[in-house]
Each structure stands twice: as structure tokens, then as C-alpha cells.
């Protein structure tokens, strides 16, 4: 095979595949919410159990994620299962902590870099 | 006489050796409580007078703030491995302070230890604890009341407990990982006069003072507690605690 056809072959190659899955990426992204909670009162790792569990009851929770040394939750739904802030709350509070501020976005809110690592 | 004076020591030490909660220290007292709706199933093993106890605990939230459990011990102190006193509890943390990352909390205890003798020693166990837990350390503080009722001629003495626990976060904390606490626990009792056939016993009493390194490591749902308690100083007529050890598996679910 020339290289020409070759170079022609691999630009088809990108044009079926990966256009395609970037597109069906944003699709996804734009039809999750992003959220992160501020909760006071974490300090170990044995009592943060039950926030995940409380928070993993959420209808549709996806990519759970706690950081109890800066003190958050992030996890994301799909849009059409709506959470409020007082519900939010009344779970942080009925898993033993306080919540101090929520956020919900259209948009990833945390900087994973920065926060502990699952691995 | 001599088998109603062995059910009343076994029940004291059983009584004082297993008063463990959820993530708190294992000899001492803590304020801290489950979630709502959360079960804690666990086991604890203890060295006592030469022989070894096994406690099944039970705990689940009733809210936030309050958590109810029961135990069954068992242990081989008559030479076969039989059921104790059985124990109901409680504790209902009435005050909170959360901040980033710490929480000082102060909560109300109670328990009540049923003799499964007709004439053995049944207790009431009721306090306060309270302190702080933060990602670094933690401090506890504990105090409490334990009225004895039995139909036994020698009636034990009335006994007042408190302990005092510090603790230490050596690495850093993380939830994806193993995670460590150590404990040095500090304990304390004053046993009032007992009496026989409502006679106060005169050479009975006292107080008597120990102190447990203790540790606590968890991995989120599961948790392993254990320590060594050594008997530092007693006063009076009772005796402090002889070198025992105490092992406890517990988990969240």
C-alpha cells in the first residue's frame, strides 16, 4: 500500500471512529449534572461509609467520590432525576454530618488531580 | 456463697470489659453514633481473668443522633463455652459542632446488663461522653454510673467509671485507603462499699486506675480494634485490672 492510501485509510479510520464517540462523549456530558457537596464533619474514613451509602441511593448516582481531607463529595446524575439542595441536605444530615454548600452543574466541578486518588 | 460471690466477679468483669461503640475507643467511651438506618455487626474478643470472652454486638441507627445495639457474650470462665449476661444499649448524641474536617460531639449513654442468674447481678450503666475527632487526633472524656440490683444476699457496690482517650492519625487520611488511629486510653473506677444481707462489707471499695494502648484500623465499611490494658495503681479494697487484651471486628452496612 502507498503511502498516500495509507494516510487516506487512517483519516477514514478517524473520521468513522473517534468524531463519532466524541460526539456520543458530549452527548453523555450534557445530559448528566455534576455535583459536589461541602460537608463539614468528616474526619474519618470509616464514618464517611454511610454518606456513600446515603448519597448512592440517589436514583441514577454515578462516579461517587469522596475527599475527606478537603472536606467534599462529588458524584454526578443524569439531569433527569432532579435533586434539590434540601434533599441533599437532609442526606448529608441523616448520615451523621453537616452540609455547608452545594453545587450542581452542567459541567465536571472538581479538579481530580487535586483530590485523593482512588488507586 | 462462694458460687454468688464467683457470678458477681464474673459479672463485673464483664460488665466493665465490654462497652465498645462504633468507631470509638475499645475500652473506653465515645460520643460518636451511626447513620440512620445503619447496621453494625461485630465481634470482640476479650482476655479476662484467664479466660476468653467473645461478645456478637449488634447496633443500627435509629436517626442520626441516636443508636440502639444488644450483645450476647459468651465466654469459657466455667470451663465450657456458655452465654452471659445479656446487655442492651443505647446512646443519643445531643450536641454537635462540625467544622472542615473535625466534629466535637457530646452524647448520652445507657445500657442494662441482664443477669441470666435468678439471684445474679443485673446493672444499670448510664453516662455522658463527649470530645472532638479531626483528621489529625482526638480527644475523648467519659463519665458514667453503674447501679447494681441483685437478689443475692451480697449485694456488690455502686460504681462510678471514667476514662480519658487521646488519639493519633500517624498518615495521612484517605477514604480509598487503609486507614489508622492509635489510642493511649486512660481508665478509671471508683467501686462503692458492697454489702451482705444489707450489711456494708467494710474491707470493700476503693478505686482503681489503668491505662490501654489501643489502635484502630479501618478500610471503609470494615473496621479491626484491639489493645492491651495494664492495671497502673489501685486504692482501697478492689484491685486493678490484670494485663488483658481486647480484639474487636466490626463493620458498617
Known amino acids: 500500500m502507498k503511502p498516500n492510501n495509507l494516510l487516506k485509510v487512517l483519516l477514514t479510520l478517524i473520521i468513522l471512529f473517534i468524531i463519532p464517540v466524541s460526539a456520543q462523549n458530549k452527548s453523555n456530558n450534557s445530559n448528566k449534572q455534576y455535583v459536589k457537596l461541602e460537608v463539614e464533619g468528616l474526619a474519618c474514613p470509616f464514618c464517611a461509609y454511610g454518606l456513600e451509602k446515603k448519597i448512592n441511593k440517589i436514583n441514577g448516582v454515578k462516579n461517587f467520590h469522596v475527599d475527606i481531607k478537603n472536606g467534599y463529595v462529588t458524584f454526578n446524575i443524569p439531569k433527569e432525576n432532579k435533586v434539590d439542595k434540601s434533599e441533599l441536605k437532609n442526606i448529608v444530615a441523616d448520615a451523621g454530618f453537616s452540609l455547608k454548600s452545594a453545587t450542581i452543574s452542567d459541567k465536571p466541578l472538581a479538579d481530580k488531580k487535586k483530590t485523593e486518588n482512588k488507586d | 456463697m462462694k458460687k454468688i460471690i464467683g457470678y458477681?466477679?464474673?459479672?463485673?468483669?464483664?460488665?466493665?470489659?465490654?462497652?465498645?461503640?462504633?468507631?470509638?475507643?475499645?475500652?473506653?467511651?465515645?460520643?460518636?453514633?451511626?447513620?440512620?438506618?445503619?447496621f453494625a455487626p461485630g465481634i470482640v474478643f476479650n482476655s479476662g481473668m484467664g479466660f476468653l470472652e467473645t461478645e456478637y454486638e449488634l447496633e443500627y441507627g435509629l436517626t442520626s443522633k441516636w443508636t440502639i445495639g444488644a450483645a450476647v457474650?459468651?465466654?469459657?470462665?466455667?470451663?465450657?463455652?456458655?452465654?452471659?449476661?445479656?446487655?442492651?444499649?443505647?446512646?443519643?448524641?445531643?450536641?454537635?459542632?462540625?467544622?472542615?474536617g473535625s466534629?466535637?460531639?457530646?452524647?448520652?449513654?445507657?445500657?442494662?446488663?441482664?443477669?441470666?442468674?435468678?439471684?445474679?447481678?443485673?446493672?444499670?450503666?448510664?453516662?455522658?461522653?463527649?470530645?472532638?475527632?479531626?483528621i489529625d487526633w482526638y480527644w475523648f472524656a467519659s463519665?458514667?454510673?453503674?447501679?447494681k440490683f441483685t437478689n443475692a444476699n451480697l449485694n456488690p457496690g455502686n460504681e462510678i467509671n471514667y476514662d480519658l482517650t487521646f488519639g493519633y492519625r500517624p498518615f495521612e487520611i484517605s477514604y480509598y485507603k487503609p486507614d489508622l488511629v492509635i489510642f493511649l486510653e486512660f481508665l478509671g473506677k471508683y467501686q462503692k462499699k458492697s454489702s451482705l444481707n444489707d450489711n456494708t462489707i467494710n474491707n470493700s471499695g476503693g478505686s482503681a486506675w489503668?491505662?490501654?494502648?489501643?489502635?484502630?484500623?479501618?478500610?471503609?465499611?470494615?473496621?479491626?480494634?484491639?489493645?492491651v490494658e495494664f492495671g497502673l495503681a489501685d486504692n482501697g479494697y478492689i484491685k486493678k485490672p490484670n494485663t488483658n487484651f481486647k480484639i474487636g471486628i466490626e463493620t458498617h452496612l
Open chain 2, 210 to 227: 489503668a491505662i490501654a494502648p489501643t489502635f484502630m484500623l479501618t478500610y471503609r465499611n470494615y473496621a479491626l480494634r484491639a489493645g
Open chain 2, 73 to 100: 457474650p459468651f465466654s469459657n470462665a466455667a470451663g465450657s463455652y456458655t452465654t452471659e449476661n445479656y446487655l442492651i444499649k443505647s446512646k443519643y448524641r445531643f450536641y454537635t459542632d462540625f467544622g472542615p
Open chain 2, 8 to 38: 458477681v466477679f464474673i459479672t463485673i468483669i464483664i460488665l466493665f470489659n465490654v462497652r465498645t461503640y462504633a468507631h470509638e475507643p475499645i475500652y473506653g467511651h465515645g460520643p460518636h453514633v451511626l447513620y440512620k438506618g445503619g
Open chain 2, 103 to 134: 466534629m466535637n460531639e457530646i452524647a448520652a449513654f445507657g445500657g442494662y446488663r441482664f443477669s441470666k442468674e435468678t439471684k445474679g447481678v443485673n446493672a444499670l450503666n448510664f453516662g455522658i461522653t463527649g470530645g472532638k475527632e479531626s
Open chain 2, 143 to 147: 463519665a458514667g454510673y453503674t447501679a
